[in-house]
T-cell receptor
Framework: DGGITQSPKYLFRKEGQNVTLSCEQN?????MYWYRQDPGQGLRLIYY???????QKGDIAEGYSVSREKKESFPLTVTSAQKNPTAFYLC????????????FGPGTRLTVL | AQSVAQPEDQVNVAEGNPLTVKCTYS??????LFWYVQYPNRGLQFLLK??????LVKGSYGFEAEFNKSQTSFHLKKPSALVSDSALYFC?????????????FGAGTQVVVTP
């Protein structure tokens, strides 16, 4: 997990609230990613960014938003439009695309009360 | 489109026995293939990857994987499993022609090593 930090580790949200998950990396990586993990479904890509001020929707972007104002930061906002947000959220980064390895943060577990 | 399959939800093995976790993939051209391990409530840890060259790739913690192009497989292996190898294992594929470099992950295989 070294080099990528996610906060908080646990997050509780009431229905109708927006919450923001933090992801910071000090690896000088250009690319950053957000995944959602649900039991038995592996990892699903929410958003990804290859460069500052640019990002693309992944496979399950509805109800989520991101920003990439700084190279080292890629926060994810879970909006009230996300109908089933309870999940484990993982942030990752890689130097660029191609054959570069993605490295993961420790994750944030979000629970909707 | 790229895809990856891990046909076994769970693999059970006794400590000291060989461990194999299966992965098959579908991608146009020559793929980039990766294996990760995840312990409970933790992020994924990188084990090894295949980019090109020797079909047998050696990685962390005594793991290795063999790329088989004809069978489109990339099975993870360890000659002698440890109880501490009990974890969730993910195979991932990346299409080299995808400029954004998106990964496609398998659903994961739970490995249980019994003493």
């Amino acid at each position: 997990d070294g080099g990528i930090t996610q906060s908080p580790k646990y997050l509780f949200r009431k229905e109708g609230q927006n919450v923001t998950l933090s992801c910071e990396q000090n690896l000088n990586h250009d690319a950053m990613y957000w995944y959602r993990q649900d039991p038995g479904q592996g990892l699903r890509l929410i958003y990804y960014s290859q460069i500052v001020n640019d990002f693309q929707k992944g496979d399950i972007a509805e109800g989520y938003s991101v920003s990439r104002e700084k190279k080292e930061s890629f926060p994810l906002t879970v909006t009230s439009a996300q109908k089933n947000p309870t999940a484990f959220y993982l942030c990752a980064s890689s130097k660029s695309g191609g054959s570069d390895t993605q490295y993961f943060g420790p994750g944030t577990r979000l629970t909707v009360l | 489109a790229q895809s990856v399959a891990q046909p076994e939800d769970q693999v059970n093995v006794a400590e000291g026995n060989p461990l194999t976790v299966k992965c098959t993939y579908s991608v146009s051209g020559n793929p980039y293939l990766f294996w990760y391990v995840q312990y409970p409530n933790r992020g994924l840890q990188f084990l090894l990857k295949y980019i090109t060259g020797d079909n047998l790739v050696k990685g962390s913690y005594g793991f290795e994987a063999e790329f088989n192009k004809s069978q489109t497989s990339f099975h993870l292996k360890k000659p002698s499993a440890l109880v501490s190898d009990s974890a969730l294992y993910f195979c991932a594929v990346r299409d080299p022609t995808d400029s954004w470099g998106k990964f496609q992950f398998g659903a994961g295989t739970q490995v249980v090593v019994t003493p």
